[in-house]
């Protein structure tokens, strides 16, 4: 009888951070895989858990909403059922720390009102011109202002953090009663009043050393918020969520992670301090990269961004995806190309292209940050176990992303539809570049004139500039057409200006690129 145990393969995690003047980008490497690309905007404003003060600039009660001005391009979008239950209360208390009330505000003896209803109308908590302090639940997209929320928390690495509530919950994720009743039992040990508390999934195990450090800095947020409402005139920001890279650390950080890489040495120290506060065990997985190439062609991260997005994504042996985005869906259609197991059957040809279509399509919904309604064209599978088998990998793969999503099983006409959570723009990154030759319009030179382009270039080195012998690199198409024949045009120059006028083939030229060089093999600006 075999006794070995069956090992699960661990994931090879990595972070690398490219830092310039005007972005962040953020890659996420799982077994070398690029899974994850974000872009954060240094100094960006409206960022997912911002905390703004902001002013009711009208009501919609056919909508029952309001649009409230936080100072972005487009007013931010506030629905009735995003007020939290005791908005009473957070009215109350905003109005009070605004007039710099300070004694009334300590939390912990701030009386709360009772909840609202859920079914009620917005116009009989909110006005035109009122202030209230709102947070950022998604960022604008597209023609959208940002979604906002009245129900303000904040989440840190252990623990998340809700005023105006009294209420303890634990993640679903930990399934352990005792550990579900011990982290409970701990949280209520050291939870000031009028605080509720969500237990997240990575608390499991930890000391309340841990998770009073983690509450107390959030406790710091609420007292900054409160601190900065006093005389502030909206619309004004009231407190910033941590940057993105910082984000994804808390979030993700695990002992899945062998390394994160960082460019920019400012960057390199705040990270490894913030890794230091949340994870002291891990702060030495922290690396400056000091390389002379550019850190993401270091890391191949530059090469598998250019493949991996755009509107055509390969995968392999043939197999390709169509990927289309529009303003209120995106669509991605497998195709098999060449792919053909001959000693298969079509059924059988069709869901091995689609289980291995699955796993990319899960990578890319990741990796592009796409949210809202997707909808996947797979290749047509007439057997019902077929489908089962397709849909239970799709959610096997989707189980990896953080983000929440709904799947829907196959149609028999091969069309599975996912909802993903959206909460900022996808990721875009442009992999097509200007064609050299046309500059981008479709269209060339005339063949003659660009000859005689090359010619007078020629004529002003040799006659005005005296140049008594030049190199002209070219095309080996041009060099083919410039060389050929006797009566060559290479040699018709050579007696016309009676100079040493050499050509010289450069494979790695694009089609009408040239350059010329003097006796001595340098390149000759104009």
Same mark, same amino acid.
């Given at each position: ?11 090879? =995690? #990595? ?15 799982? *077994? ?36 409230? *001005? ?9 629905? +009735?059922?995003?007020?939290?239950? $005791? ?16 004694? $009334? ?11 609202? *209803? ?16 709102? $947070? ?86 609420? #007292? $900054? ?48 301090? +913030? ?48 990927? #289309?985005?529009?303003?209120? &869906? ?67 793969? &989707? ?24 909460? =900022? ?34 004529? +002003? ?60 093999? *340098?390149?000759?600006?104009?």
């Amino acid at each position: 009888m075999d006794n070995t145990a069956t090992t699960v393969p661990t994931v090879n =995690r #990595e972070l690398v951070i490219s830092s310039d003047v005007s972005e962040v980008n953020i890659v996420l490497l799982e *077994d070398k895989q690029l899974v994850e690309l974000h872009k954060e905007q240094i100094n960006s404003n409206f960022a997912v858990g911002d905390v703004y003060f902001g002013r009711i600039k009208k009501i919609l009660p056919g909508l029952n909403a309001a649009f409230v *001005d936080i100072g972005s391009e487009k007013d931010a979008f506030l629905h +009735y059922l995003d007020l939290g239950p $005791q908005i009473n209360s957070l009215l109350q208390y905003s109005k009070l720390a605004h007039e710099g009330k300070t004694a $009334q505000t300590v939390m912990s003896k701030f009386k709360l009102s009772p909840d609202i *209803d859920k079914t009620g109308k917005i116009s009989d908590f909110l006005q035109a011109g009122d202030q209230i302090p709102v $947070q950022i639940a998604k960022e604008p997209i597209n023609t959208k202002g940002p979604r906002i929320s009245a129900e303000i928390s904040f989440a840190g690495r252990y623990i998340v953090l809700v005023p105006f509530s009294n209420r303890v919950s634990v993640s679903q994720k930990i399934r352990s009663g005792e550990e579900r009743g011990r982290l409970k039992k701990l949280i209520q040990s050291i939870r000031p009043n009028n605080f509720g508390v969500i237990i997240r999934t990575v608390a499991e195990g930890k000391k309340v050393e841990e998770l009073d450090a983690d509450m107390n800095y959030l406790l710091g947020k609420w #007292e $900054q918020i409160t601190e900065s409402l006093y005389g502030s005139k909206a619309p004004a920001k009231l407190v910033s969520e941590l940057d993105r890279t910082s984000v994804m650390l808390r979030d993700l950080l695990n002992e899945s992670f062998n390394t994160i890489t960082v460019d920019n040495q400012p960057l390199f120290d705040e990270v490894k301090s +913030y890794i230091a506060t949340i994870a002291p065990q891990k702060a030495d997985i922290v690396k400056l990269y000091k390389g002379k190439e550019p850190i993401f062609e270091h890391y191949g991260v530059a090469r598998q961004v250019k493949g991996s997005f755009g509107r055509i994504v390969t995968i392999r042996n043939g197999v390709y995806l169509i990927i #289309e985005h529009t303003e209120a &869906m995106h669509v991605i259609d497998v195709n098999s190309g060449h792919r053909l197991n001959k000693e298969a059957s079509q059924e059988e040809n069709a869901l091995a292209v689609n289980l291995e279509s699955a796993v990319e399509i899960a990578r890319q919904l990741r990796l592009r940050d796409m949210g809202g309604i997707i909808i996947v064209d797979f290749i047509d599978m007439h057997e019902a176990k077929n489908r089962k088998l397709l849909f239970d990998k799709l959610q096997e793969e &989707m189980a990896k992303d953080r983000a929440k999503h709904t799947i829907l099983p196959a149609t028999k006409f091969g069309l599975i539809q996912i909802t993903r959570q959206r909460v =900022r723009p996808a990721t875009e990154v442009t992999v097509q570049e200007k064609c050299p030759v046309c500059d981008g319009t479709g269209k060339i030179k005339p063949s003659l004139v660009y000859i005689d382009e090359i010619e007078s270039s020629l004529k +002003y080195l040799l006659l005005d500039q005296n140049e008594n012998e030049v190199t002209l690199q070219v095309h080996p198409f041009i060099f083919a057409y410039l060389t050929k024949g006797f009566f060559s045009i290479a040699r018709k120059w050579r007696w016309k200006y009676h100079k040493k006028i050499h050509v010289k083939e450069v494979k790695s030229y694009h089609m009408l690129q040239y350059t010329f060089l003097n006796k001595n093999g *340098d390149e000759i600006t104009f």
